[in-house]
């Protein structure tokens, strides 16, 4: 019976990897860094439990639902499934995500490089996102070679650049940790971490992802269900090693960087510590890192996206779909960054807690024997919280509802959605125990 090797699971594992670490995710950890100084350590635990544990647990729950979202969600209702798996691959695709890896690259990648009267005029980010895209189309055409692609050659560059800059960070120090700031010196570092952790939204990307690592070991000859569980659950253990490890090295980064002055963001931490290390070289080198982030995320997400979309809607085929995908994705791209990312997270806030519920409340199915009761009180009242809090953010008239929900426990903090979580799904428990509802297959 086929199984992976150790080298082809190490392959899938590290493609993973690179789905994952997009360009925010570089972010991320360096300003956490700066920001908890000396709380460091505590703070990048919290992170890494939410920014690593979450997408663990999601590529895992995925594969064990049946390998993709809309089998998971189903567990839920079949409507459900249908609504829910359509509005996260349109958020974490063509609408948002997608676009947003390729303003990032301008930002971080080209920009910097233009002159004054460049940067003013909107002709670089036009050229960049049709080059970008074109690239990502071509990577995305022939999925089967998929992993030889990101997991053998993006993948080792993108490691080999950041831990260029890790060493040069250790060779050549900024100087010493500074003092916590902020909400890490106001309240518990561990709490401001797991909160950071949670805003990577990498858990929502794993109810995406999961399809992709599915494929690329079917792909390699696996046919048995249970080997290609297995084979998905150690390709995400490894993507979850790579990720603490990138985290770290760039946390520990931003930390030691208090002595260039204080930033308003990661990006401009990396880029006065590459120039710090570098010289002017560092920018280059950042930029090249960056790229390779983004791309890698975004050949991902066209792939994911092209599957999904390409099976649900007829007469259109893979090629297509991707072509139009990438396409859309350049059109919306061309609105900038700041626009992108000011109305992706209220949409992405409302829905991603209901993802995390669906993901956690499956790893229990067995023990409350699947009651779909339990995945619906859950959900119901998750997304109760979750969706008016992300009303809230985009500026929707629903002050009367928050004024009620600021007394949840946890609220204030952006995670008000976890005690309604909770006693939904023992509502729902009660509920199948006392009327036997049908079990979820």
Request: net charge positive.
């Amino acid at each position: 019976m086929r199984e992976l090797t150790k080298r082809e699971t190490l392959t899938v594992g590290l493609m993973l990897f690179a789905l994952f670490f997009g360009a925010g995710n570089m972010i991320f950890p360096p300003a956490l860094g700066q920001a908890s100084g000396t709380s460091f350590w505590i703070a990048i635990i919290g992170f890494i439990i939410t920014g690593v544990g979450l997408p663990l647990l999601g590529v895992i729950a995925v594969g064990l639902g049946g390998g993709n979202l809309q089998t998971l969600a189903g567990r839920v209702h079949p409507v459900f499934a249908i609504i829910f798996t359509f509005i996260v691959y349109l958020a974490i695709g063509p609408f948002l995500a997608i676009p947003r890896t390729a303003t990032v690259t301008y930002e971080m990648g080209v920009l910097p490089f233009l002159s004054e009267s460049a940067k003013a005029s909107w002709v670089p980010l036009l050229l960049t996102t049709v080059i970008y895209f074109a690239i990502t189309f071509w990577l995305s055409l022939n999925p089967s070679k998929l992993v030889d692609r990101i997991g053998k050659i993006l993948t080792p560059a993108l490691l080999v650049i950041i831990a260029f800059m890790f060493i040069g960070s250790l060779v050549k120090p900024v100087g010493e940790i500074g003092q916590p700031t902020g909400a890490y010196l106001e309240s518990s570092p561990f709490v401001k971490g797991f909160l950071e952790g949670y805003l990577t939204l990498d858990a929502l990307a794993a109810m995406v992802f999961g399809i992709v690592v599915t494929v690329a070991v079917q792909a390699s000859g696996v046919t048995n269900p249970r080997k290609i569980t297995i084979s998905t659950i150690k390709a995400a253990i490894i993507a979850a090693i790579g990720l603490g490890l990138v985290y770290l090295a760039l946390g520990y980064m931003g930390a030691t960087s208090i002595g260039l002055g204080q930033s308003e963001n990661g990006g401009q931490i990396l880029t006065g510590m590459v120039h710090h290390l570098f010289g002017g070289g560092g920018t280059v080198v950042l930029g090249l890192a960056v790229m390779l982030a983004c791309l890698t995320t975004s050949v991902g997400l066209v792939t994911a996206c092209g599957r999904f979309f390409s099976s649900q809607i007829p007469g259109i085929s893979y090629r297509a779909m991707i072509l139009i995908l990438s396409v859309f994705s350049a059109a919306i791209a061309n609105v900038g960054l700041t626009q992108l990312i000011a109305y992706s997270v209220p949409v992405l806030m409302a829905i991603y807690p209901i993802a995390i519920v669906l993901m956690l409340v499956s790893f229990f199915d067995k023990l409350f024997r699947g009651y779909r009761s339990v995945y619906i009180g859950a959900i119901f009242l998750t997304a109760l919280i979750s969706l008016v809090e992300g009303a809230s953010m985009l500026g929707l008239p629903v002050e009367g509802i928050t004024s009620v929900y600021k007394n949840l426990p946890l609220f204030n903090q952006g995670v008000g959605w976890i005690v309604p979580a909770v006693v939904g799904a023992v509502l729902g428990w009660i509920w199948g125990a006392i009327r036997e509802v049908p079990r979820v297959k």
